[in-house]
Every structure is written in structure tokens, then in C-alpha cells.
């Protein structure tokens, strides 16, 4: 990891005084450091919990005054949610788009996963006449901004006449295979050689040998890749407005409030809830599911 | 969604079945067909063409009718509003990545072996798990302003807090060109829980020996932090920053959610959104689309050289 520190000065002197080693491992602990630690979590917080805390007051109350006063004077409802989640007037309600985010999501991340790990077993294992130069093209492709690419798909699926949720589940499985092929990949390498020649030479075919030995080595790299594009999908509003169509039936909920946030900007007590209805899903899951997350987060940008 | 599933999955397994009939060494180019083959056919259509034609169309009228050359190219280099959103973007992407990997850097250097770490990390890093547009929606109620008159009373927490302080409250989204820094703002909230799980992690790899060995020459504290930490974590910083950059160019969530891109905060990535699919000027979309790509270039460019030449230690 270290490039210019000055390893040369490694002495054996440090390995002999390893008593002081313990005591060397102390952080920095001036009282400004805390204090400086403490107010970036400070800020880093509050500003998602004084909407949750709105989320949770009187409309009136919300219009008149600061969320903070709620702290001395502490009227809760659960009014917000009920109405953000379940209007009839105008089909306004977010149920709809929470079972659309669902619907776009599960496949979403299935396809992918499946795809990129045959994929990326083939390119680690199998071999076959141009497989260095396709995998270098495959991982390359991830420097192609989304954008480039919206305007020609969805010409090609409105030609196709393809329905929206499967115009999102094409364009997602396809923009995440790039980075999955590449994480999966990684993962695959680290594979002992042995294993995978061992079921070889008893005669297992590739199929047998990537479902029998591989996959379950495989594991934790799924779930880390499924859980960024969980997240990525859940969140996504780009694809999402651009093939969705914006309608009750297909669109997700962070476009229907990417809308309520634009023509009802002033309606705290509907975007309050509506925003938190669509942060608990991931956040959950995310919680859930962090150690693997993070896992893939290093596996794909720091080595050794 | 549970019939696409089971759609897809037997269509896979009907391929893995019939490939895996196929044995012997010859076979093995059939097999790698059925493993690659759908990867490959979805990437070609989905990445490749569509880019190859968006290169193209951006040389061409709205309608695809015709050539221009590089008429869209011009307007975009010329007209006032289109140099507007390229400052905003140049402002984005320099700023974002410095701010929020030092933010993530000097907080995963305080917290490093605290006794609350695990919590401390998690708060930080739990804006990641949430979208651009709640993201936006959070901080756009920290900014709401309620103008200073009668018995109106701030809801936004800035705005209150520069009430306390004795100010008059600010319209935070609207006055140019500090509105754009408050939008980026969000972006930083979002990543530096990013670059402080990385860079944290790199920290926790320098050895023990080169920390120990600086100590007994009499550097510490910040001397520590400047010639011992942030050169042994350089590859990671490097990563951070690129892969934050990169992010940056190609977020749109933020500025579409909170202002639309008016008052003077429209970026690239939100102007070919609402040139290509609003105002059906696919020419001027797609070079704008060009232009994003052109930028991300060279920034992944210098990252692969930087991992290939740690790689090559």
C-alpha cells in the first residue's frame, strides 16, 4: 500500500520495544480532534432527522414552526403517512409507486447477477479465442455515461414496441454488467487454480463445475454486487423517468417524488413521508447487509 | 416481476443445459458461447450501439434529418445559458471530489481505533443508502426559506440558524452563484461516507512498523498525518477522488429535484436530460451527452494508469 513512506527506516528497534508498539497504536486524542469528529457526525445527522422528526408532525404544525420545537412540545401523528401513501384524489397515493420500485428492483438485480457470474466465470476460466481483448472490452464500457446511451434505447424499444418495465429491466441488467463482470471477476480469480482442475479431471463439464464448486465460493461477491444494485436501482431516476413513462402503473417511487418535490415544493407534511416511505427500504437492507456492501466497495477500488 | 424471473431464469438454465451436453475439449468454445453469449449480446446493443449513435446524431439536426457538423457542438461552446451550465459543471466536479474525500480522509483519521468507531462510521456513511432525490428532499427542507416579516417563522434549520445568530434568513436555492455550491453541498454529504469507508480501510492496512518508527523520530499528530498517512494511502485517495469525480459528472438527481436547473444552476448531465427528452433537441442532447463522455475520459484514463502502477510494484 505505501509508496513513498519511508520503509527504509523500518527498524529493528521498533520490534524490540513492542511493549511501546501498544501504546504507539493511540490515535490522535486532543480534545479539538473529538470535538472536530463530533461535529461532522452532527451535521452528517441532523438534517435527515429533522425530516423524519417533520415526517411525523401536524400539517399545521409544520407550516408554522421549526421542527425542533417539536422537541419541547411533541405532538406526533402518523397522518402524513397515511395520506402520502394512500390518497385516492388525483392517484396521488405512493403505493402504487412502491410496488413499482419492487417490480423494477427484484429483476433488476437478478439478471445482472446471473449474467455477469457466467460471464465472469467464462472470462476467468473457460478458454476460448478472444477472451483477453473481450474482457478488457467488457470492463472498459464502464466509462460509457448512461447518457450517451438513453436517447438511441429507447428509440430501439419504442421500435420494438417493448412495455416500460421491461425497457428497465433491459437498461439496468445492461448498464450494470460492466462493473459486475469486473467485481465478479476478481472474485473469481481468487478461486484456487486446484478446484476448479480437480473437478476437471473428475470429469465434471463447466456447467457442473461452475454450480457445484464456483458458486458457492461465490457467495459473499453476489451478495456484495446484488446489494450496490439494489441500491442503485431503488435510487436510480434517470433510467426510471426516461423509460418509465411517469404513470401510477409503471413508474418508481423516486420519480413520483421527484415530482411532488417540483410542483408541490411547499407541501412538507406529503414529501416528509413520502421521502422517508422510500429511504426505509434501502437503508434496511443497506443495514442489513453493510458488511458485504462494504466488502464490495473495497473489492473494487483498493487492492491489497 | 416474479414471471420475468422465472422467464429468465429457465431461459439461462435451458442454455446451461444444452451447452453442458456438449463435452470434450472441443466443446469448450460452445460453452464459453453460452456463458459470455448473453453478456456480450446485451452489452453490444445496450452500450455499444446506442453510443456509437449518439456520437453520430450529435453531429446531426434535431430530427436526425440531416448533418450539421458541428453546429450542436458550437452551441453548446457559445450560447450564454450553455456556458452557464458548463461553469456549474467545471464548479461541480472540482470542487465535490476535494471537498468530500477530505471530509471522509480527516474523519476516518479522528475516529481510527475509537471506542465508538462502528457507530461513528455508520452515521457517516448511512447518506449513501439513501437516493439523490431523498437526499435532495433533506436538504431541501434545511434550506427552505420563509421571507422575514410578521410572525413567520423559519422551518429550515439554516435558515434558523442564521435567524439566531441575528441575520436575515437567505434564499439558499435561488441567488446565484452561491446556489450551486449549496447544491453540491448535498453531493459531498452523500460521498464522504464513500471516501472515508475506503480510505479508512486504507489506513487501517499502513503497518504498524512505519507508524511506530516515524513516532520514535518525534513526529506526531498532524506531522504524522502529513508524512506518514496520507503518502501511504496516495493510491487510495487517488481512486477516491476519480471514482467521486466521475459520480459528479454524471449526477443529475440533485439539481433536477431541487431547483430544475433554474436560477442559474443547471449542469450538463441535467441539461441533456431536458434537451433530449424536453425540448426534443436530440442533436444538442447527444452532443451534450459527448461532451459528459469526453469528460469522464480522461479522468478513468489516469485511474487505470494509477492502479496499473500500483499494481505493478
Known amino acids: ?304 | 416481476m416474479a414471471l420475468a424471473v422465472v422467464v429468465f431464469l429457465a431461459l439461462i438454465a435451458l442454455v446451461l443445459f444444452l451447452i453442458g451436453r456438449i463435452s470434450g475439449r472441443r466443446g469448450d468454445r460452445a460453452v464459453a458461447l453460452g456463458f459470455v453469449g448473453p453478456t456480450l449480446l446485451l452489452v453490444a446493443v445496450g452500450l455499444v450501439y446506442p453510443a456509437l449513435r449518439t456520437i453520430l446524431q450529435s453531429f446531426q439536426q434535431a430530427d436526425g434529418s440531416g448533418f450539421v457538423g458541428l453546429d450542436n457542438y458550437q452551441f453548446i461552446f457559445t450560447n450564454s445559458d450553455q456556458l452557464t451550465v458548463l461553469r456549474n459543471t467545471a464548479l461541480w466536479v472540482v470542487v465535490t471530489p476535494f471537498v468530500a474525500t477530505g471530509i471522509g480522509l480527516v474523519y476516518a483519521v479522528l475516529i481510527d481505533r475509537a471506542r465508538v468507531e462502528a457507530f461513528a462510521k455508520a452515521l457517516i456513511f448511512l447518506p449513501m443508502a439513501i437516493s439523490f432525490v431523498g437526499a435532495s428532499i433533506i436538504w431541501k427542507f434545511v434550506y427552505e426559506f420563509r421571507p422575514e416579516q410578521g410572525n413567520i417563522q423559519q422551518i429550515g434549520l439554516l435558515n434558523q440558524v442564521l435567524v439566531w445568530l441575528g441575520f436575515s434568513p437567505q434564499q439558499f436555492l435561488v441567488n446565484a452563484p452561491w446556489n450551486t455550491l449549496f447544491l453540491i453541498a448535498v453531493m459531498i454529504w452523500v460521498q464522504a461516507g464513500f471516501a472515508m469507508t475506503v480510505l479508512s480501510a486504507a489506513i487501517k492496512a499502513i503497518p504498524d512498523d512505519i507508524i511506530e518508527a516515524a513516532r520514535l523520530d518525534g513526529v506526531s499528530g498532524v506531522g504524522l498525518f502529513r508524512h506518514i498517512t496520507v503518502p501511504s494511502i496516495r493510491p487510495a485517495l487517488v481512486v477516491v477522488l476519480t471514482t467521486i469525480g466521475i459520480a459528479t459528472l454524471k449526477v443529475f438527481d440533485i439539481v433536477r429535484t431541487m431547483t430544475g436547473g433554474q436560477f442559474d444552476t443547471n449542469v450538463v448531465a441535467n441539461e441533456f436530460y431536458t434537451q433530449a427528452f424536453r425540448a426534443d433537441q436530440g442533436g444538442i442532447g447527444a452532443a451534450l451527452a459527448v461532451v459528459l463522455f469526453a469528460l469522464v475520459v480522461p479522468i478513468v484514463a489516469y485511474n487505470i494508469r494509477q492502479l496499473r502502477a500500483s499494481e505493478a510494484r
Open chain 1, 1 to 304: 500500500m505505501t509508496t513513498s513512506a519511508p520503509t527504509a527506516v523500518v527498524p529493528s528497534v521498533a520490534r524490540t520495544i513492542s511493549t511501546t508498539a501498544s501504546r504507539g497504536k493511540k490515535r490522535l486524542t486532543s480534545p479539538w480532534a473529538s470535538l472536530a469528529a463530533v461535529v461532522i457526525a452532527v451535521l452528517w445527522t441532523l438534517p435527515t432527522l429533522g425530516l423524519l422528526v417533520t415526517s411525523f408532525r401536524e400539517e399545521t404544525d409544520i407550516r408554522r414552526t421549526g421542527w425542533w420545537t417539536a422537541l419541547s412540545d411533541p405532538t406526533f401523528t402518523l397522518d402524513n403517512y397515511r395520506e402520502a401513501l394512500g390518497r385516492e384524489s388525483g392517484g396521488g397515493g405512493l403505493v402504487d409507486y412502491l410496488v413499482n420500485s419492487f417490480v423494477i428492483t427484484v429483476p433488476s438485480v437478478v439478471i445482472p447477477m446471473v449474467l455477469a457470474a457466467l460471464a465472469a466465470y467464462a472470462f476467468a476460466w473457460i478458454h476460448f479465442p478472444g477472451r483477453d481483448f473481450l474482457f478488457i472490452a467488457v470492463f472498459a464500457l464502464q466509462i460509457v455515461p448512461i447518457q450517451v446511451t438513453l436517447i438511441p434505447l429507447l428509440t430501439l424499444f419504442v421500435q420494438g414496441d417493448v412495455g416500460e418495465f421491461v425497457r428497465i429491466w433491459v437498461a439496468h441488467s445492461t448498464f450494470a454488467l460492466p462493473l459486475a463482470v469486473f467485481l465478479l471477476h476478481n472474485f473469481m480469480r481468487d478461486v484456487p487454480a486446484e478446484l476448479i482442475e480437480a473437478a476437471r479431471v473428475d470429469g465434471a463439464g463447466h456447467v457442473k463445475t461452475f454450480f457445484s464448486v464456483v458458486l458457492p465460493l461465490m457467495t459473499p461477491a453476489l451478495a456484495a454486487f446484488g446489494i450496490f444494485q439494489f441500491l442503485w436501482v431503488w435510487n436510480d431516476l434517470l433510467v426510471a423517468l426516461t423509460f418509465a413513462g411517469g404513470t401510477p402503473q409503471t413508474a418508481p417511487m423516486t420519480v413520483a417524488l421527484a415530482n411532488l418535490s417540483g410542483t408541490r415544493g411547499t407541501d412538507w407534511y406529503l414529501l416528509s413521508a413520502g421521502a422517508f416511505i422510500s429511504i426505509v427500504i434501502p437503508v434496511v437492507v443497506f443495514l442489513a447487509l453493510q458488511r458485504y456492501f462494504v466488502r464490495g466497495l473495497l473489492a473494487g477500488s483498493v487492492k491489497g
